[in-house]
């Protein structure tokens, strides 16, 4: 009994005495990943620059996920590829990026960043901030983004170009069916690589309006983007399918083609 009472209690000192003792396992420093992540975030600053999407995409893991601001989920590394390359073809000239990191939790292994983005024009001024979240995961010397989501301070800027058309419906034709044609005429300029652009329809609400009581816009975020939509075979395609419906509509709208104002 006296033995087993001694043994018990040897257990139990030894047991608190080696609670009290400092952990062996080496704690990370955070401020040298600190600046091991703001390296990355220069060299992301760089890639995006220069538009090298091969070194903007050899940053992130095979299982990435974006969320970007203002657009669905990215899942995985073919579709964030696909969005950077349509944000390439929307960028204006000389714009450029630089991104600051504010803050890392985490171990050496796993890190959370938090961070703030600025964009400047060609000339140099700033023209819009942002903050950003990025995990970044270790994958032997390096890390790579596994998951991120960011955002813009400021609204997204206004579209640089669109077309109006004020009109009537010819007879003939109803709402419903110009409507359906301009959805599915989106939906392929969606799949060109340009969610967001495409054909708007409007309707007034004034009840004693007697002409040009709906209006469709069409909206492109750049000169280059309304081009390649343009001349893309399955645009091509949906614009001889839907032709000949449009030209009774040309023959009654008043049309521009506008530009944004500065």
């Not at 009994?1 to 400092?22: E, G, V, W």
């Not at 700033?126 to 950003?132: E, I, N, P, S």
């Not at 790579?144 to 640089?160: F, H, K, M, V």
Request: proline letters at 4%; hydrophobic letters at 35%; a negative charge.
């Amino acid at each position: 009994m006296k033995s087993k009472l001694f043994f018990t209690l040897l257990a139990a000192s030894l047991f608190a005495f080696t609670a009290c003792q400092p952990s062996s396992q080496t704690q990370p420093d955070m401020a040298q990943i600190k600046s091991d992540i703001q390296k990355m975030e220069d060299a992301w600053a760089t890639a995006l620059n220069a538009k090298d999407v091969e070194a903007l995409m050899a940053m992130y893991t095979d299982d990435a996920v974006s969320m970007p601001d203002a657009a669905t989920t990215l899942t995985g590394k073919a579709a964030i590829r696909q969005h950077q390359e349509q944000d390439f073809a929307n960028q204006p000239a000389g714009m450029t990026f630089s991104f600051e990191t504010v803050d890392v939790y985490g171990n050496a292994d796993q890190v959370t960043e938090t961070g703030n983005s600025t964009y400047k024009n060609a000339d140099g001024k700033v023209t819009g901030t942002g903050k950003y979240m990025c995990v970044w995961e270790k994958q032997g010397d390096k890390y790579r983004c596994t998951r991120e989501i960011y955002n813009n301070d400021q609204p997204s800027a206004p579209a640089a170009r669109k077309s109006i058309h004020l009109f009537d419906l010819p007879a003939g034709v109803t709402e419903a069916e110009w409507s359906a044609v301009l959805k599915d005429m989106n939906s392929t300029i969606a799949k060109i690589g340009y969610p967001g652009a495409g054909y708007f329809l409007y309707k007034t609400e004034n009840d004693d309006a007697k002409n040009y009581r709906y209006y469709f816009e069409g909206v492109w975020p750049s000169a280059e983007a309304y081009a390649k939509i343009h001349e893309d075979p399955a645009f091509k395609a949906l614009d001889k399918k839907y032709g000949p419906l449009y030209k009774k509509i040309q023959a009654l709208e008043v049309y521009r083609r506008v530009g944004l104002v500065q």
